[in-house]
């Protein structure tokens, strides 16, 4: 059975795709729809293999549309997705996702490239006042760290959970957040990862007295 | 020594490769679908219309596949929970409802879930796999209650839709003539609305439908649940209305009602419009609360007048009897996260 039908997508060339980690890959296309920040797109290589979806990384004005991924030894798509060079065609879906209205002043949750679409939204100069929390395993993990550090400044946190104590807050997501004496119920929180990052952090913000009406949630599925 | 294969949740088409690379006769797929799905024997050595020599071939790479409830609870409404454990070393769930008349059982159909709706006990444990079709329909076969079981809900753990080909393959075994014959109007598969899976599904199965509402608004809709930044209910309603659902064909949508959240005259009016000349039905759910949530159930009476509401602007709605609270085998309580670390 195809998992792609006829329509679902559009052949692409791959401009570039750059490995930013051990297993982790900044794959580039050229943008024929335009997005909005937050949206994302469904990537495949054949028609026979069941499509992923992936946030865009880039800026609405950018040409090209990019896409954080981290290849999966045991997963279908990314070993091979890993493999693509310059010229390689790829299937790539219209973007489609409502992950896409961000109200000022937000607070962005993220844990490894689920830190895509808040790229997306700074690097589109869709919202102002935001903090970013970034959890990665190790340092090499936190993309596009050196402009997120110039935009947001001490509002770019990142939350190294196997780093060594020094420049990094050395612990989750979920343990900044619990101990955050900046933490404010009245902002905006915008979470994206694994469902149990994303469980997580709703829980423990709204044991902080978040409302849940301030949190959204995009879950890698 | 190889690792043994279940033989059990196989679709014909899978037992006839199989027989055909054990070079066995053709027909001997039929016949081991009518020992695993009709005569319902739990050793391949009991399957004695096959040939001694093909059944100890058989014996050497397969088995039945069939596995027996870890644990059962039993609530005073005669609802019973039974505990399954997976392939991959997880547990799953499955809950047992008699009523008069009719008994109903709600299947699980992946170990965790990854949606993360935010009043699902069950998404709180995360992902930890999917289930096979044998997996699937073992949580019917191996209860005691398998031959009382007149109705199958997709209900339990898991989201159907995220483990669409399973849940194909174990709806083929239960509806097919070679499988177990049941009639596709007892079976429902339950989805929060994965559009792509959904389209699968209904192009695929006769069996019924039903789609986790519980907002028409959007903002709300994705407090509730995440997917709605993914799959919004309005292209999903109109994707259900392009597949122009036909004769028995049941379409339902499940809507929990939480108190002061989502069971107010404006969301009557939303849902009406939503779901305006579809042929459908609504059923409303009471919240069952779980544990650190701020969400509480609207009271029984808000409920009755909502019903009341929805039936007079011409949609049929139906409100859900609670059943198993005192187990945790009501609607979104199935969990088994506290055996995540307690047991290998």
């Not at chain 1, 990314?78 to 310059?86: A, G, I, Y």
């Not at chain 1, 952090?201 to 849940?212: E, K, N, Y």
């Not at chain 2, 122009?244 to 849902?271: C, K, T, W």
Request: charged fraction near 20%; proline fraction near 5%; hydrophobic fraction near 35%.
């Amino acid at each position: 059975m195809k998992a792609w039908k006829e329509g679902d997508y559009r052949l692409q060339q791959v401009i570039s795709n750059t490995r930013l980690a051990p297993g982790a890959f900044l794959l580039k296309f050229r943008k024929q729809f335009d997005f909005s920040a937050g949206q994302i797109v469904a990537l495949g290589v054949s028609t026979d293999i069941e499509p992923r979806f992936y946030s865009i990384a880039s800026s609405e004005e950018d040409e090209l549309i990019s896409v954080l991924y981290t290849e999966k030894p045991d997963g279908k798509l990314t070993p091979m997705l890993s493999m693509l060079n310059p010229g390689n065609p790829i299937l790539v879906s219209k973007p489609f996702g409502a992950f896409t209205s961000f109200k000022s002043e937000p607070v962005f949750v993220a844990a490894g490239t689920g830190v895509a679409p808040f790229i997306s939204a700074l690097l589109s100069n869709k919202v102002r006042g935001a903090t970013l929390i970034h959890g990665a395993p190790y340092p090499e993990y936190f993309y596009f760290s050196d402009y997120l550090s110039e935009k947001l400044g001490r509002n770019y946190i990142q939350c190294c959970s196997r780093c060594m104590p020094g420049s990094h807050y050395v612990g989750r997501v979920t343990s900044y957040l619990l101990q955050w004496d900046e933490l404010d119920p009245n902002r905006n929180y915008y979470l994206c990862g694994s469902t149990e990052m994303v469980v997580e952090t709703r829980s423990l913000l709204i044991s902080r007295g978040v409302p849940p009406d301030r949190i959204n949630a995009e879950i890698y599925f | 020594m190889p690792e043994l294969l279940p033989l059990y949740g196989k679709t014909l088409a899978e037992l006839q490769d199989i027989v055909s690379q054990e070079g066995l006769p053709p027909y001997a797929a039929m016949q081991l679908a009518d020992w695993l799905y009709k005569k319902n024997v739990e050793s391949i050595e009991a399957m004695t219309n096959i040939s001694k020599s093909a059944r100890e071939q058989l014996v050497g790479r397969y088995y039945v596949g069939l596995s027996k409830p870890e644990g059962v609870s039993a609530s005073a409404d005669g609802t019973k929970k039974y505990l399954f454990r997976s392939g991959n070393g997880k547990f799953v769930e499955a809950a047992y409802i008699p009523e008069t008349g009719r008994a109903t059982l709600c299947v699980s159909s992946q170990a965790g879930c990854k949606m993360g709706c935010l009043f699902c006990m069950t998404g709180r444990q995360g992902f930890q796999g999917n289930l096979s079709s044998g997996e699937i329909i073992n949580q019917l076969r191996s209860i005691p209650e398998f031959k009382n079981v007149t109705n199958i809900v997709y209900m339990g753990m898991g989201e159907p839709f995220d483990n669409l080909e399973n849940v194909l393959r174990s709806t083929e075994v239960l509806t097919s003539e070679w499988g177990m014959g049941w009639s596709p109007k007892r079976i429902t598969v339950s989805s929060i609305g994965i559009i792509p899976a959904m389209n699968t599904f209904l192009s695929r199965s006769s069996c019924h439908l039903a789609i986790s509402l519980h907002s028409p608004f959007d903002e709300e809709r994705r407090m509730l649940m995440p997917i709605q930044n993914v799959y919004p209910i309005a292209d999903v309603v109109e994707e259900i209305r392009k597949a122009n659902i036909a004769g028995q064909r049941r379409v339902s949508f499940e809507y929990i009602m939480f108190d002061g959240l989502n069971d107010s005259p404006r969301h009557v009016r939303e849902i009406s419009r939503l779901l305006h000349n579809l042929r459908c039905r609504v059923n409303l759910i009471r919240f069952h609360p779980i544990p650190e949530s701020s969400l509480r159930s609207a009271s029984d009476e808000t409920i009755i007048k909502f019903r009341d509401a929805l039936t007079s602007k011409g949609i049929f709605t139906t409100i859900r009897a609670s059943r198993g609270l005192d187990i945790q085998a009501a609607c979104g309580l199935l969990s088994t996260k506290g055996l995540l670390k307690n047991k290998d």
